[in-house]
């Protein structure tokens, strides 16, 4: 029989998607509907708020309201980048003493707090350290109902089919470029770059650039101007699952170019980071990495480098980057999205209530039904399959060769 439920507990952690805000909206209504004694609380910060003791109470006006929250982006109780298990960078950053293990004093904070139930709403690293306290809970005599919840703009996390907030995040970076794109109407021979976020996967990368397409065909244009709709259209997919051939990509690019006085390119952040961080190790400068061991994409700067080499293959006169992904990824969740956040948010109560941890969220092993996934299978790092045929038929209708490598499919 369950353990009967006291007191929750809600955390954010990681970088913003558009469901943060929604998923505790939805959580406090749930738990107000179903069991309106339980207690509640938000670590302020993630789990640096854990790690410090910072927690802030939902009160009876928070419960009242608790619905206007799914209305906002980001993230009302803050978010912040702390991996548990990563000791070194805690002590570092003085969220623990030296000599401490981050897992005891969380689990002991959560111990004093007197916490039966954690909720987090995180990526894969977010989820799995919630696994990893929960594990050390466990073999402390500490029973403790850990569920998460799968935030992602990525859409990147195994076995999840869809990750809270992706849909969101491709339908504002298209918002975005719309806007951007008219930047190549201030000089002949523009080139310009779309940086969208996804380090390991290109669904996000596709997706935005499916939803620009469609939102360019339901506009009309003056041909007889420069206002056409080839000028305006994407020219160039790339994605962290294929390699970039420079050479031939620039010389097709060129001749479009040529014809109609500038290039726009979608690239995912991620694509040919290797290739990049090579090149960056032969001229002897270092690539910092982020606490739980990622290169920083930010040095990296993929959309700086695909501008660089072909503004040079191409002849362009002006190259401009523009990167969507903090304007896209702090929205409030569209129609869509959001009656899949309610969906994973209600059904993550009443695991919480029965005693089941795990992650909920569309499971693709079983047909995307929404359920709790075991911690063990939830690990970030999927990637999209290239051979998607909307993929495809994408890169046909732009003139861009098709991939040619098969990859583990989405």
């Known amino acids: 029989m369950a353990k009967e439920v006291k007191k929750v507990a809600f955390l954010t952690a990681g970088g913003l998607a558009p469901c943060l805000s929604s998923s505790i909206g939805f ?5 107000t509907k179903k069991a309106p004694s339980v207690e509640m609380i ?6 640096m708020g854990l790690l410090k003791g910072e927690s802030i109470p939902v009160t009876p ?3 009242k309201n608790a619905l206007v929250l799914t209305k906002h982006g980001g993230s009302p109780i803050g978010n912040s980048r702390v991996k548990l298990t990563n000791v070194k960078d805690c002590v570092k950053r003085g969220l623990v003493k030296e000599g401490e293990d981050p897992l005891k004093v969380a689990a002991d904070q959560l111990v004093k707090d007197g916490v039966d139930v954690l909720h987090t709403i995180g990526g894969d690293d977010t989820n799995t350290t919630a696994a990893d306290l929960a594990a050390y809970l466990a073999s402390n005599n500490y029973p403790l109902i850990v569920v998460g919840l799968p935030k992602t ?3 990147d996390v195994y076995p999840i089919k869809q990750s809270l907030g992706a849909w969101t995040a491709a339908e504002e970076g298209a918002k975005f470029f719309m806007n951007v794109v008219k930047e190549n109407s201030a000089n002949p021979r523009a080139l310009t770059i779309h940086e969208v976020m996804g380090r390991n996967c290109g669904w996000l990368t596709y997706k935005t650039a499916q939803c620009y397409r469609k939102m360019l065909k339901r506009m009309k244009f003056v041909p007889e101007f420069l206002l056409t709709p080839e000028r305006q259209d ?3 997919v790339y994605v962290p699952e294929c390699k970039i051939d420079f050479a031939s990509e620039g010389e097709r690019l060129r001749k479009i170019m040529d014809k109609w006085d500038s290039v726009n390119i979608f690239v995912s952040e991620g694509a040919g980071v290797k290739d990049i961080i090579k090149e960056m190790a032969r001229r002897g400068e270092e690539v910092p990495v982020d606490a739980f061991g990622h290169p920083r994409l930010d040095k990296v700067n993929v959309g700086q480098y695909i501008g660089k080499r072909f503004g040079q293959l191409l002849g362009a ?3 401009q980057v523009f990167k969507s992904g903090y304007f896209a990824r702090a929205a409030a969740p569209c129609k869509k999205d959001l009656k899949l956040i309610e969906k994973c948010a209600r059904k993550a109560v009443e695991c919480a209530l029965s005693g089941e941890s795990g992650v909920v969220g569309p499971d693709e092993r079983k047909g995307a039904k929404i359920c709790a996934c075991e911690f063990p299978s939830i690990k970030g790092g999927k990637p999209f399959n290239v051979r998607k045929g909307s993929f495809r038929k994408m890169l046909s209708e732009i003139g861009q060769p098709k991939p040619r490598k098969k990859r583990t499919a989405k």
């Open 27 to 31: 959580l406090i209504d749930e738990y």
């Open 42 to 47: 938000g670590y302020v910060n993630g789990y």
């Open 61 to 63: 006006e928070v419960r």
């Open 153 to 155: 703009i990525d859409n």
């Open 234 to 236: 994407v020219h160039a």
């Open 317 to 319: 006169e002006k190259v």
